[in-house]
């Protein structure tokens, strides 16, 4: 039996996909660690530590280590034979950063099986906490960079985005200023991806190119770092970063500590990459033609696209994709966390908040939306709301509503520069379950929404990819179309189809929730 494990190093968890790569084909096990609920030492809410402005965001590298020792018992303990394993590989929340100190190599090298990970770890941590994709005080960084390469056309030009506060440019150059002498003691910086390979595989582990898409710092038709990103950015950048390498490169095998302590045979440590770009994998996306929509901590909707042309409105961005060619993708920060806080104020859990959506009309009878709970991404606003028109606030059947269509329409709107005509979307992540979003999806793009049977794509994208680079490695390389072949078939009798009358109603919609979220943005400038 070969088995192929896929980590997701998420915001709020850890997930594992086990799956058999073999004859059978099939998801053997998965597992989620839930950091809040199982790793409460770490006084983490929803993932990360937010400061009182709700600006900069962080979380502990420490907590993620934990979670992979609570994980590993985990599968060995549901009977997961180990040993069995030819490969692992991972997906992780892109963006931030791990600030280690000149004793990493020598910490991964020495680690004993008879502790765990997070003591041994914590202290080569240059700075114990790690900014993450939710942090947004770095503006100032983002002109400056932006300043240094020649406008916010050229870094999209050069990198695949304008300038992002959450991108690992600004967040360096942000430390590199204010803690100079903490930088100075940093000898390396890890993606959250790249750091959980390298102690996978106890050494320091390359960063690829679907992953290095997010800092700002790559040239991203070359797939290799940019030097006048790097000088831009910080003194003595390009020492303190990995190489990027291939996503399907092998980063080493895994580490004795984990032999050891968990019953691992030789399994090749497979490069990490984001959680976007093995989404895409897990989706099945590796041709033109479908649109991806994750539904996790951010809602993301993304494709395969064959070119690097950036997002002409800028708010978009281009990510190399883990199986070649490119991914365009726009990101909301108010994915999740504003579907938390509409049921949480009305007191609901998800069957309650599902009835609600059930129980109201399309359209809402015109009541809006602008879902703005934290400051957003696409738009880049720091206008906190929500924003709401027509909209009782004690209306809980409507908000729940409002929420999610409000979303929904936001998708549309920012996916139109890559996919202006859509037919399928395939869909992923925790709200991916609830029927009644996804026919809401189904309605506003007028498309056909399908779900694979895996809950965690980013997780099966990352077993899916270990698959794939061992049969390389091993000299026995497979087409994508048969390492996707029966894992991310759509399931039957799930999804949604649009339905006409709901289709016409969100179309009459949609210019007026265009209208209001740019009186919104003129009125917050
Ligand atoms: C993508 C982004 C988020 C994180 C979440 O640009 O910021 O989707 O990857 O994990």
């Excluded at 506060?165 to 430390?175: G, V």
């Excluded at 909209?391 to 809980?396: E, K, N, S, V």
């Excluded at 409002?402 to 329409?409: D, T």
């Excluded at 072949?485 to 339905?499: Q, V």
Aim: aromatic share 6%; with cysteine; glycine share 10%.
């Amino acid at each position: 039996m070969a088995l192929y494990i896929g980590f997701d190093s998420s915001t709020q968890s850890l997930t594992a996909t086990v799956i058999e790569g073999g004859g059978k084909r099939r998801v053997v096990a998965e597992q989620v660690v839930v950091f809040d609920e199982m790793l409460p030492a770490f006084g983490t809410t929803r993932g990360v530590h937010t400061s009182a402005d709700g600006r900069t965001v962080t979380a502990p590298p420490a907590m993620w280590v934990a979670a992979l020792d609570l994980m590993l018992a985990r599968l060995r303990d549901a009977g997961v034979d180990l040993s069995a394993v030819r490969a692992v590989s991972g997906s992780a929340q892109q963006h931030g950063s791990v600030y280690l100190n000149a004793r990493f190599g020598d910490a991964l090298e020495h680690l004993d099986a008879e502790r765990p990970l997070a003591p041994q770890l914590e202290r080569v941590l240059a700075r114990p906490d790690a900014p993450v994709w939710l942090d947004c005080s770095t503006s100032g960084e983002c002109g400056e960079l932006t300043d240094a390469i020649g406008g916010p056309g050229a870094l999209a030009q050069l990198t695949g985005s304008r300038a992002y506060e959450r991108f690992t440019a600004a967040q360096i150059r942000k430390f590199a200023r204010s803690r100079p002498a903490d930088y100075a003691a940093t000898s390396r910086i890890h993606l959250v991806s790249s750091f959980m390979a390298s102690v996978l595989c106890g050494a320091d582990a390359p960063i690829d190119p679907g992953d290095a898409s997010g800092t700002n710092l790559m040239d991203l038709p070359r797939r290799a770092w940019s030097s006048r990103a790097l000088e831009a950015t910080a003194p003595d950048l390009a020492r303190r970063l990995p190489v990027i390498r291939d996503s399907w490169s092998i980063a080493g095998l895994i580490a004795p500590y984990f032999r050891r302590r968990y019953g691992f045979g030789d399994a090749k440590v497979v490069t990490w990459s984001g959680d976007n770009p093995c989404a895409l994998i897990g989706l099945g996306l590796i041709a033109e033609g479908q649109l991806g929509v994750s539904l996790g901590t951010s809602d993301t909707v993304f494709a395969a696209t064959p070119r690097p042309d950036p997002d002409p409105s800028g708010s978009g961005h281009v990510f190399a994709s883990p199986a070649g060619g490119y991914m365009a993708l726009t990101c909301f920060a108010n994915g999740s966390l504003a579907r938390e806080r509409v049921r949480d104020a009305y007191g609901l859990d998800w069957t309650g908040f599902s009835q609600l959506l059930q129980s109201t009309p399309p359209g809402n009878g015109g009541a809006l939306m602008v879902p703005w709970f934290v400051p957003e991404i696409t738009p880049t606003v720091d206008v906190r709301g929500p924003i709401r028109r027509e909209l009782d606030p004690g209306d809980a059947a409507r908000n729940v509503r409002a929420v999610v269509e409000g979303q929904a329409m936001a998708m549309r709107l920012h996916a139109q520069w890559f996919a202006p005509a859509v037919t399928t979307i395939r869909a992923t992540g925790g709200a991916a379950a609830n029927r009644a979003i996804l026919q809401i999806l189904a309605d506003v793009f007028d498309a056909e929404v399908v779900q694979i049977a895996p809950p965690n794509a980013a997780s099966l994208g990352a077993a899916l990819r270990a698959l794939h680079a061992d049969h390389l490695a091993s000299g026995t390389p497979m087409p994508w179309s048969d390492v996707l072949e029966g894992f991310t078939a759509p399931l039957p009798n799930a999804g949604a189809r649009p339905r006409q009358s709901a289709v016409a109603a969100y179309a009459a919609l949609l210019p007026r929730y265009t209208a209001l979220i740019r009186d919104t943005m003129d009125r917050s400038c």
